[in-house]
């Protein structure tokens, strides 16, 4: 099978200053990658925040350097010709505020179309048809500042795709979008790479729930290392087994209005409690690209990093099932 990206023992470091300039601390962002992505196949990197997704990514589209190891697009090493690569790829990240806000959103992409030397009829059209797959055709004239997040992703989407890139990277293309919109973003992704299957997509998310969506095949990345690379379904079955969150939040109930001579009443706080149970359904399948196919919203279950905290504000503790042992993942 032929490779669209092959990466070897890839490592990258980030020297941390200390107070004063001393004490120069060194992170590995990534230790020793491996990895292999099959030509046409949609491979997630599912990982934590942290874990070094976009670090992978800037270094695969030439953003970034690595420390050592080699890593190749298209069978075109990333560091020496870097050019070669960029001719082949396109990048779309999540929580993006790309674009200039006195341009239309047709403008933009017309303006990004010539600097990839799109030739004009081509551009055009590829152009229109995808603002009328998006759903963009009225919004066409209007000013990307008034545009809604997710409006924007889907025109920075329109962007990645409108130079035909061989290799397309998505770095959590659904990162701040509701549930609909993120929903309607994996649509898109889907229907572009059913009409383009020659393509190759390397997609990054912290949601198991998108990764088994959309990918057909997954690695599991923490701290800068490669845990697991499987498909979704050889993946589940890995973690076949119950398992019980405890999600606990401080909630602060402000009064709405002051009452009559009063003055305003406290603040009540109370902590709430929930207890979510995952149940894998043994031999349930899930769908790759392309096999039969299940959209899912993302959910706290379905989380990699239990102990993520959304906006700082809930902790998730994972504990064993009454009669279990903590497993300590
Ligand atoms: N420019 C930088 N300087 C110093 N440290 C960095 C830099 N960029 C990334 N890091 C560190 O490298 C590690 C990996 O970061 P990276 O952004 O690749 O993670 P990620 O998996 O994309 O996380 P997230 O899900 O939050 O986007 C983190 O510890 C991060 O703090
Ligand atoms: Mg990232």
Known sequence: MTSAV???????????????????KTLVALADVDLDIHQRELFGLLGPNGAGKT????????????????AEVDGIDVVTESHRVRERINMVSGGEHSGYGILTLREHLWLFSQLYGIPTSVARERIEDMLGVLGLKEAADEKISTLSTGMRQKMNLIRGF?????????????????????????????????????KTTLLTTHYMAEAEALCDRVAIIDNGRVIACDSPENLKQLLNHEEVYHVETDLVLEPERSLPGRGRPAAV?????????????????????????????????????????????????????PGRAETGR
């Open 162 to 198: 409108v130079c035909d890139p061989k290799i397309l990277f998505l770095d959590e293309p659904t990162l701040g979008l509701d549930v609909q919109v993120a929903r309607e973003v994996r649509t898109i992704v889907r229907d572009w790479l059913a009409r383009s299957p020659e």
């Open 6 to 24: 092959t990466v070897q023992r890839l490592r990258r470091e980030f020297k941390l200053r200390g107070r004063g300039g001393h004490d120069r």
């Open 269 to 321: 706080r109370c902590r709430a409690q929930v207890e979510l149970r995952h149940h894998p359904v043994p031999g349930h399948h899930g769908s790759g690209r392309r096999g039969r196919r299940r959209d899912c919203a993302p959910g706290v279950s379905g989380q990699t990093g239990a102990h993520r905290h959304a906006d700082g504000a809930v902790a998730g503790r994972r504990v064993p099932p």
């Open 55 to 70: 670090t992978l990514i800037k270094i695969l589209c030439t953003l970034l350097l690595p420390t050592s190891g080699t």
